[in-house]
């Protein structure tokens, strides 16, 4: 694992083993702070405009050239002048009140200048993660605004509770990730079979026994708001790297008085989560699509896969199945492909986390709706 640009906004690692994954945590937490202050006492600023003095102060020349290749942006705090990661611009506005698109297009001094506006009159405190030399995220720093989860004691408690309670579960090797938006990881779930009993009878009466292989478990959190504690269930189906998203996860938003004992107490929701989640997994055999190209289109349109991926994804699917009738089951499957060719084509975590939420919402739709025939503009 190479973190010799821990620094970089586009910095990412995997990890190996869980142990790895938890020393990586450890020293992140390490290189970190927590500042609370008034958000009106916080600026933003144009890094051309500091970088001359931050030098003099012998501030560090990777992080600065790094900054001017992304948001060339710094936040002033207590006195102290901190450059700007790239994710922790959107909880800056929104600490700001203050949104829209025209931003973007704005020189930095007068974008500047806009949001110190709105931060002049914000109400409250600004809770602010520096990290590894950077401003990582701004968020609300009152009672009831934002409540900060170490991840490492977030996944050294997943690993506890698994070991016990699902004896035999292992970590999936290189699974876990790390960039400074999100943090992920993922299980094989040991014991406890029966969660999948009924999935795999159904499967078994339709001749698709070799389909699934194990229930799985990822875990996601996040102290920039991209995510909260959240815990997914998943398949492991035909090789341990294919993976399908089972349903919605359970989920820990970083607020409202968030802890690591309401985590825990969401660990014990895995087995009721997994047993509504293959019901609605095991519904989609009995529907029947006779046009199940329109349908696959419709539906990954419907959810709000981007063109690009719905077009592979079809491919793929005419390239293994052809264009026959089959299940909205079989459709499910497929669209799972587009968190893989999403991956591929270089897209971020965070995005592809997103992506497969995205995707479970397909579980709860009426696919006859979308099984349409003849010529659809999609």
């Keep these: 694992m190479n973190e010799t640009k821990v ?31 008034p958000t009106r006492a ?9 970088v001359e003095k931050m030098e003099k102060a012998s501030a560090d020349q990777d992080v600065l050239s790094d900054t001017e290749k992304n ?10 002048t901190y450059p700007v990661r790239d994710c922790a611009i959107q909880t800056i506005l929104q600490r700001a009140g203050v949104n829209g698109v025209g931003l973007r297009k704005l020189e930095k001094p007068t974008y500047a ?17 520096v990290a590894d030399g950077k401003v990582s995220a701004v968020h609300g720093g009152d009672e009831h605004d934002y409540c900060i989860l170490d991840m490492k004691a977030i996944f050294e408690t997943t690993c506890e509770y698994l070991q016990v309670n699902f004896k035999g579960s292992t970590y ?15 299980w094989m779930l040991g014991g406890n079979q029966e969660l999948l009993d009924t999935y795999r009878e159904a499967l078994n009466q339709r001749g698709m026994e070799d389909k699934v292989l194990a229930p799985a478990l990822r875990l996601t959190t996040s102290d920039v708001a991209a995510s909260g ?45 997994y047993t509504e989640a293959v019901k ?9 699509i006779r046009n199940p190209v329109n349908c ?19 491919e793929l699917y005419v390239a293994q199945s052809g264009t026959g009738a089959c299940t909205a089951h079989d459709l499910y499957f497929a669209i799972n492909e587009a968190s893989f060719l999403a991956a591929c084509e270089g897209m971020p975590a965070h995005r592809i986390l997103r992506l497969e939420e995205d995707i479970t919402k397909a579980i709860a739709l009426d696919w006859k709706e979308f099984d349409v025939c003849g010529a659809i503009t999609c």
């Design 42 to 50: 916080i600026r933003l600023a144009a890094l051309e405009k500091e």
């Design 113 to 129: 200048r806009i949001v110190n506006y709105c931060l002049k009159v914000a109400r409250g405190d600004a809770l602010i993660k």
């Design 280 to 288: 609605g997994i095991a519904n989609l055999m009995d529907i029947e």
């Design 172 to 186: 999936m090797e290189g699974s876990g990730t790390y960039d400074h938006s999100i943090v992920s990881a993922m």
């Design 71 to 80: 948001t060339q942006l710094v936040l002033k705090v207590a006195g102290e």
């Design 296 to 314: 696959l289109k419709l539906v990954m349109k419907k959810v709000g896969i981007k063109q690009k991926i719905r077009n592979e994804v079809v």
């Design 229 to 273: 504690a959240n815990l997914y269930p998943m398949l492991l189906c035909e090789s341990a790297n294919k993976t399908i998203s089972l349903g919605s996860p359970i989920k820990l938003s970083h607020d409202k008085g968030a802890t690591l004992v309401k985590f825990r107490n969401n660990l014990e929701m895995i087995c009721s989560r």
């Design 7 to 37: 620094y970089a906004d586009a910095f990412q690692t995997n990890f190996a083993n869980a142990k790895e994954m938890l020393e990586s945590l450890a020293e992140r937490t390490r290189t970190s702070q927590w500042i609370r202050k």
